[in-house]
């Protein structure tokens, strides 16, 4: 059974920084795309960044720039770095496989973005 732990999240001015990081149960973790995805209240779920097992990126628009997902195979763990966040970047945070698994999605770590 795979488990998923997010942490690194809080309240942050616009402007500042935040690094999640997403701990994973099981031994094939580092084979697998890895995703990070956001739920903004009143909003469907998104993905923001995705790494897949060769280390190639992909981004939403909307974070393009300012987030950079990356992974240590060695701790089982992704990481998001978010930059220049704004208001809009306040949501609930989850890491998930790419495509995402229903039974893997955990509590989240919320991130809030305001002065």
């Known amino acids: 059974q795979v488990q998923l732990v997010e942490s690194g999240g809080g309240l942050v001015q616009p402007g500042g920084s935040l690094r999640l990081s997403c701990v994973a149960s099981g031994r094939l973790f580092s084979l697998v795309a890895v995703g990070w995805y956001r739920q903004a209240p009143g909003k469907q779920r998104e993905l923001v960044a995705r790494?897949?097992?060769?280390?190639?990126?992909t981004y939403a628009d909307s974070v393009k720039g300012r987030f950079i997902i990356s992974r240590d195979n060695a701790k089982n763990t992704v990481y998001l770095q978010m930059n220049s966040l704004q208001p809009e970047d306040t949501a609930v945070y989850y890491c998930?496989?790419?495509?995402?698994?229903?039974?893997?999605w955990g509590q989240g770590t919320q991130v809030i973005v305001s002065s």
């Open positions: 790494i897949i097992g060769g280390g190639i990126t």
């Open positions: 998930n496989y790419a495509p995402p698994v229903d039974a893997y």
